[in-house]
């Protein structure tokens, strides 16, 4: 998520400059569209560079000009900032903890105080980057979620202006040049962990500050400026089409920031620096983006919530007609903020600075005190059914070991062994997605006197030499297969991952796997592929809990079989030949999808936990009824029993 800085552009040191604000309607359309899952705009999460670059060209102008000065004053400034920031944000923080408590379920609520908490005190980004994992709950139902850039902000603003006068009383002749050393340390930084999948880079300090000090450094004068009008035009136009080619071509896939941040945020440099007098800038200052840019810190606070409760309520993505109508509302919504909160609150003659402290004082504290009461409430269950509260339990139903053995290999730990407690003859190797479906085998082969091993690595298929875009990967998968060759108790091998994620069915992507089968299978061990599970396009406790509070559980239904096996062709091409091989197939589609619609549900509990990761009930029944009845002719094993005709409960 991202957000502007919002500072206006009036308050640039020299005179007010429309193409900034145009300019801001530039980084915060492509945000706005990007979350509204436009189509063409899947790169428009760059907007929150443009607009740190914007602030650290405006805020550092200002403040370097009041201390060259000598009338800064350290009160006046954050005076200023809270006047921008704290009205609106206080605001939309409290409707967004009001509608929460009113719209979530309790295992969505709960952490939609601790975030409005974080946000309140501006440390949302460190929230969000320790709120991770599988359980933490996805950027669908956190609705403070975007206020991480404004944390990031805000602590760049704590220390920076102490910096600033430091600089000017003890070394002013070394200003530009110790903060360009900053700065360069932080891009450096940025550019050595762009591949760090922990969320540190996006979302903390450190690896961001440099969009800021790009900004700043230019208001300090550290880029020569162009005299000629020729060559303004052409720094102008290589900056509009840096900052346009990342917002149609990036997508989520692209690794970001890193090396990727610097077209954006170079872009957005060389129109703060060339647009004036240039035909871009006279595009810029045309009044509609001029009129978007005004409320664009009023957009980018309510955009995201009026977005995340909108797809909570309908259980879906904007699409169609309802996108243009969130986005209208969103457009609304921004205005009357604009004018009837962040205007008058900005105005010194209405509220005067002894009042801003005081507001900001009290706001904050309630907020605090909302927080922190709907915290202790634990999710306040009391106001579902028991229906609704049974449904949402299955977002609990997962592997009690899952915490403990799954991603061992990351923690550098030894893999589990589930079962009996005897030495394993049996091993899972997969992805996320195996983690409950060992889980379920465990308790087969424990009532057998067994026992496997549990080896599963998130986001990394059972596929040798697959390159991920965690190198981890292949390194976890090597270490399995050499435990593998060193163990020849280990007589089966279970392969299962999230096959029909859309990414996993490529022809070289299978290729590798047949190979990986035969590597297995050279040494006499049996292989058994756990096939594909069939994704939903919800959360489905969720689902199921929402429709057990309209009193419609009878109308539950995933997608249809149809729709998972074209998206899972190639693999499902070769299931024939596999079985003719010796391989075994567990297929969950078989499981789960014998009605042609596949089921979310069985027997009152919901067979995922999310919208793709089974559920151990859901496990549970793959492992008892997704063997193919007849065996393989070259392997022989007792018969399968056949799998009931399912259908969601009612």
Known sequence: MHGPAPMAAIDHPHRYRRDIDGLRALAILPVLLFHAHAPGFSGGYVGVDIFFVISGFLIT???ARDIDQGRFSLARFYERRFRRIIPALALMILVTLALAAWLYLPGDLEGVPRSALAATLFASNLWFFTD????????????LLHTWSLAVEEQYY?????????????????????????????????????????????????????????????????????????????????????????VF??????????????????????????????????????????????????????????IVFTEYATDAPLSGTLRFVVIAVA?????????????????????????????TAAAMTLLCLASLALMAMGGWPARFSAPVLAQMAGQRDFSPMRQ???????????????????????????????????????????????????????SCPPVLTYEATDPRCAAANRAAFAALRADPRIRRVYLSAFWANGEFDAP?????????????????????????????????????????????????????????????????????????????????????????????SADGKPLYFDSHHLSVAGATRVVRYGRFPIPPPSHSRRAAIPPPALRPDR
């Not at 062994?417 to 060992?438: C, I, K, N």
């Not at 590798?512 to 292989?527: N, S």
């Not at 091989?581 to 499981?591: E, K, M, N, S, Y």
């Open 331 to 359: 457009f609304l919504l921004a205005y009357l903020s604009w004018r009837l909160v962040e205007r008058p609150f900005r105005d010194r003659s209405r509220v005067p600075a002894r009042a801003i402290f005081r507001f």
């Open 61 to 63: 102008g200002i403040l």
């Open 132 to 143: 991770t994992g599988y359980f933490a709950g996805g950027a669908d139902v956190k609705p």
């Open 508 to 600: 070289d992507f299978i290729a590798r796997l047949d190979r990986t089968i035969a590597a297995i299978r050279h040494d006499g061990r049996e292989v058994v592929l756990i096939g594909p599970v069939p994704p939903q396009p919800f959360d489905v406790p969720r689902h199921l809990a929402h429709l057990a509070r309209a009193g419609r559980l009878d109308q539950a239904q995933g997608v249809s079989r149809a729709w998972v096996e074209a998206r899972t062709p190639h693999l499902r091409a070769l299931f024939a030949r596999w079985r003719g091989r010796g391989v075994t197939l567990i297929d969950p589609l078989r499981a789960l999808c014998a009605a042609g619609t596949c089921a979310i």
């Open 249 to 306: 071509l990036y997508d989520r896939a692209t690794i970001f920031p890193g090396v990727t941040a610097l077209p954006p945020v170079l872009g957005a440099a060389a129109l703060l620096h060339a647009a004036p007098d240039t035909r871009i800038g006279r595009v810029l200052s045309q009044p509609a983006l001029v009129g978007i840019g005004l409320v664009s810190y009023s957009l980018y606070l309510w955009h995201w919530p009026l």
């Open 158 to 246: 704590i220390g920076f202006p102490i910096l600033l006068m430091l600089l000017a009383c003890h070394a002013p002749r070394w200003r530009t040049a110790a903060l360009s050393g900053i700065a360069a340390a932080s891009l450096l930084l940025a550019l050595g962990m762009e591949r760090d999948t922990s969320g540190f880079t996006f979302y903390l300090l450190p690896t961001r500050a440099w969009e800021l000090f790009a900004g700043g450094l230019l208001a300090l004068g550290a880029v020569p400026a162009l005299r000629r009008l020729w060559l303004r035009e052409a720094v102008a136009a290589i900056g509009l089409i840096a900052i346009a080619l990342p």
């Open 404 to 458: 403990r053995c799954h991603d061992s290999f990351m923690r550098d730990a030894a893999p589990c062994t589930l079962g009996a407690p005897v030495r394993a003859d049996a091993m899972l190797w997969g992805d996320s997605h195996g983690v409950e479906l060992a889980y379920a085998l465990s308790l087969e082969a424990r009532a057998q006197g067994r026992a496997l091993i549990q080896r599963t690595t998130s």
